[in-house]
């Protein structure tokens, strides 16, 4: 395994792509691009990425594993895979605080809309278990404005 050339594969992709966070798959398959690597499997190269100072390595866990369906979190943009970005590229404290309050502004919307299509369809059932959702998702945004994170 040839870990300079893996890690100058890593950082070209990390730097050329317009979202910071690539799953670890993606980048699996840009190091299976050389022939030198294509053996390279996917816990090798996240041990790898985890040592190194370059790249900070982003666990999803817990969500995938919670019940829900994984390919439904991850049609939702939210990823349920380790992910890598480049240790420049993180973001700061008020661009995650920004990030997590327009999230929660599009749930919230996503939500409220989830019930009034439930009662115009006469579906009561429904309309009450996301209703108790919505209840849960503004008890969550209540402790974030409380925490300072709004």
């Known amino acids: ?9 890593c950082l070209a992709d990390l730097q050329e792509v317009s979202k910071p966070m690539v799953p670890i798959a993606q980048l ?3 190091v299976h691009e050389d022939e030198d690597s294509a053996h390279v499997t996917e816990n090798e190269l996240l041990a790898f990425l ?3 100072e370059l790249f ?6 817990g969500l995938a594993e919670s019940g829900g369906d994984a390919n439904e979190l991850e049609a939702a943009g939210i990823m ?8 420049t590229r993180l ?3 008020n661009e995650v605080v920004e990030a997590m309050q327009q999230q929660m502004g599009t749930m919230l919307n996503a939500l409220e809309a989830a019930v009034s299509q439930a009662r ?4 009561p059932r429904l309309a009450m278990e996301v209703q108790a959702i919505l209840k849960r998702a503004r008890e ?7 925490a300072g994170l709004a």
């Open 1 to 9: 395994m040839n870990l300079e050339s893996i890690e100058q594969r």
């Open 28 to 30: 699996l398959r840009v």
């Open 50 to 52: 985890r040592k190194h």
């Open 56 to 61: 900070t390595v982003i666990e999803q866990q």
């Open 80 to 87: 349920t895979s380790p992910s890598v970005i480049l240790a």
């Open 91 to 93: 973001p700061s404290k």
């Open 120 to 123: 115009g369809e006469n579906n």
């Open 140 to 146: 969550l945004q209540q402790k974030m404005d409380e």
